[in-house]
Antibody, heavy 122, light 110 residues
Framework: EVQLVESGGGLVQPGGSLRLSCAASGFTFSTYSMNWVRQAPGKGLEWVSYISRYSSAIYYADSVKGRFTISRDNARTSLFLQMNSLRSEDTAVYYC???????????????WGQGTLVSVSS | QSVLTQPPSASGTPGQRVTISCSGSSSNIGSYYVNWYQQLPGTAPKLLIYRNNQRPSGVPDRFSGSRSGTSASLAISGLRSEDEADYYCAAWDGSLSGVVFGGGTKLTVL
């Protein structure tokens, strides 16, 4: 059974940093690209970042470019999101999602984690 | 303001057919596949339709998708109370080099 379990969320002050993790199991992690998608309270979905199978291709939404860094450890079957210079508008539930398409990012996410809440407030 | 435009709400009675639209541009829907997600209250999104009109295993054939030009649609036939949820369209955008979502449509089953 495919499982994606996010962790690392919490309350952080504006300007602070946080590192999210996503532990993957039930599939061969290294053969799938991965994504982070977030959802602000009461709002819609917003794609955040994509990383290919061996980290050769990485994309970011303009809203997080230069502040967030996506990475992965295939040996540990884990996905990460380092978030720096956090702002109040980064407050959201952050989901990791598996990319179903083999060759590139397409918005085709076949499995999602349960999400972890990040709150940015003083 | 979302790159893909969806109506904020839709409704229908049990048994009815409902459609939800998703409007984009040549840099996203006009050039790339459209995917649809269902999000039940308090849960993570679930893939409903991929590559414009393909259903993952386990998704009832009451759900169908289509794409024409720079627009796409999700149709739900034989509406059921458990279909009450938020629905999102998504696609790759070649100009933005990223995935874009619609703002979401809240479906109410009356």
């Amino acid at each position: 059974e495919v499982q994606l379990v996010e962790s690392g969320g919490g309350l952080v002050q504006p300007g602070g940093s946080l590192r999210l993790s996503c532990a993957a199991s039930g599939f061969t992690f290294s053969t799938y690209s991965m994504n982070w998608v977030r959802q602000a309270p009461g709002k819609g979905l917003e794609w955040v970042s994509y990383i290919s199978r061996y980290s050769s291709a990485i994309y970011y939404a303009d809203s997080v470019k230069g502040r967030f860094t996506i990475s992965r450890d295939n040996a540990r079957t884990s996905l990460f999101l380092q978030m720096n210079s956090l702002r109040s508008e980064d407050t959201a539930v952050y989901y990791c999602a598996r990319e179903a398409d083999y060759y590139d990012s397409s918005g085709h996410f076949d499995y999602w984690g349960q999400g972890t809440l990040v709150s940015v407030s003083s | 303001q979302s790159v893909l435009t969806q109506p904020p709400s839709a409704s229908g009675t049990p048994g009815q057919r409902v459609t939800i639209s998703c409007s984009g541009s040549s840099s996203n829907i006009g050039s790339y596949y459209v995917n649809w997600y269902q999000q039940l209250p308090g849960t993570a999104p679930k893939l409903l339709i991929y590559r414009n009109n393909q259903r993952p295993s386990g998704v009832p054939d009451r759900f169908s998708g289509s794409r024409s030009g720079t627009s796409a649609s999700l149709a739900i036939s034989g509406l059921r109370s458990e279909d009450e949820a938020d629905y999102y369209c998504a696609a790759w955008d070649g100009s933005l080099s990223g995935v874009v979502f619609g703002g979401g449509t809240k479906l109410t089953v009356l």
